[in-house]
């Protein structure tokens, strides 16, 4: 018997650079997503360092009740990469050197321009023995199955996009089938908001929710760009998922409608830039404390060339002045960061390339440069669009990069519920 009723997973990530703060662990949340949606459940993790008797000890626990565990980082070519050394050993499986994967790793790097295979990478064609190949489409060292009892374990690279193809391309088919008749499918559907904090919307949600949910669960996932709601359906077909998000999403409209925006990579960037191309409009912009991270979340989107024009980036004053027009004396009487100068950089820039629409923002983000009457995170913000000029004053909290992603998000919300006609929900 295993652990769970449905497929269950634990995963292992290896390495120093983790432990030590030096490399965020995004494997391990991608992993966990990518199995959730695969209807397998994660029910432990563990961090472990390049030492192979700390791997051996994870593993181990890893696999107490688990039908599958999946082991990340560690199984490149140089003296540190121990992994499959210290799993083989574990399971107790010698390794040998597999003929095939050698000729592969040799033509790889023949194309790459090398007369021959350098002789560390010949490590990473051993194989042990009665492993799984799983084909690594953007590197050397390919994904390997170990099968213990009933456990299956699988090593990966650590290298995140060599990772995701592994996955994605060779080990998510071989795992629906092998727990094709055990998989619970889970269904999920997002809805993005941006612009109210958690508790005021869960506030605004719970007495919308339905007293009969059905198969349906309901999260609040907050970050620094919003609020998304998740809701998560369980042991139901697509259909019936669909059926039931349907329902959950037109009792929630009232609450959520005046925050909402439509985009599947959950970047209201791209939400605007959909918008600004629907009307026909472009967008210019103006930034001081931001330094231009508005434009390139706009610019980050695909097709942003279609309603993004340009920027300056006037973190000086005298850039201001000079490239924007703004007023001398405004900046002498009420400063840099302050309305008339906010509404001067967006009408600046917006004349300045021509742009249908220019925002303008200039703030403290800190940590120095604060003082009582404009503490850090004091942020003005102003959008130039039509025949009017509007300015808002922000107050936002946390450190340096928080202030710099609070302003852009309220920058790009806003110009975006002005584009697409929903104002009212500011």
């Known amino acids: 018997m295993t652990g769970w009723a449905t497929p269950g997973a634990a995963l292992v990530t290896v390495g120093n650079e983790l432990l030590y703060g030096e490399t965020v662990d995004t494997n391990a949340a991608w992993l966990g997503r990518a199995l959730t949606r695969l209807g397998i459940a994660v029910g432990r993790k563990f961090t472990v360092g390049d030492d192979p008797g700390q791997i051996q000890a994870a593993v181990r626990s890893a696999m107490d009740g688990a039908d599958l565990v999946l082991v990340s980082g560690g199984l490149g ?21 597999d003929e095939g994967l050698l000729e592969a790793l040799a033509e790889r790097f023949r194309i790459r321009g090398y007369s021959r295979l350098p002789s560390p990478n010949r490590t990473q064609a051993e194989v042990p023995e009665g492993a799984i190949v799983f084909r690594n489409p953007h590197g050397t060292a390919p994904g390997l199955g170990l099968e213990s009892g009933t456990c299956l374990v699988v090593l990966l690279p650590g290298v995140p996009r060599e990772l995701r193809g592994i996955v994605e391309d060779e080990l998510a088919p071989y795992l629906r089938q092998r727990f094709e008749s055990r ?51 369980r042991g139901v077909s697509p259909a019936e998922a669909e059926d039931w998000f349907g329902r959950m999403e037109a009792a929630l409209e009232p609450a959520v409608t005046p925050w909402r925006f439509e985009a599947e990579s959950g970047d209201i960037a791209e939400a605007l830039n959909a918008a600004l ?11 001081s404390c931001t330094g ?22 006037a973190y000086a004053d005298a850039v201001k002045v000079a490239e924007l027009g703004v007023s001398v004396d ?12 906010a509404r001067q950089m967006a009408i600046g820039v ?3 390339f021509g742009a249908s629409a220019g925002v303008g923002v200039t703030g403290v983000a800190g940590p120095g440069g604060g003082s009582p009457e404009k503490p850090v995170g004091t942020v003005w913000i102003a959008i130039a669009l ?20 609070l302003a852009a998000q309220a920058v790009l ?7 697409s006609g929903r104002e009212s929900g500011a």
């Open 413 to 419: 919300a806003w110009l975006y519920r002005r584009v």
């Open 386 to 405: 039509g025949d009017s000029v509007d300015a808002r004053l922000i107050s936002l909290r946390g450190d340096r990069t928080a202030v710099r992603e």
């Open 350 to 352: 917006r004349e300045r």
């Open 77 to 97: 070519p140089t003296p540190d990469d121990v992994t499959k050394e210290a799993v083989a050993a574990l399971l107790g499986l010698e390794v040998h050197l």
């Open 183 to 233: 998989i619970d499918p889970i269904h999920h559907r997002v809805i993005h908001t941006s612009g109210v904090a958690e508790s005021r919307l869960s506030e605004l949600v719970t007495p919308l929710l339905p007293a009969d949910m059905g198969p349906i669960t309901l999260a609040f996932l907050p970050d620094l760009r919003g609020v998304d709601l998740r809701l998560t359906a």
């Open 292 to 313: 231009g991270l508005i434009a390139k979340r706009i610019t980050d989107r695909p097709g942003s060339s279609e309603v993004f024009l340009g920027g300056v980036i």
């Open 277 to 287: 191309s629907l009307t026909g409009m472009t967008v210019a912009t103006a930034e």
């Open 330 to 341: 405004d900046l002498r009487a009420h400063g840099a960061v302050s309305e008339p100068v």
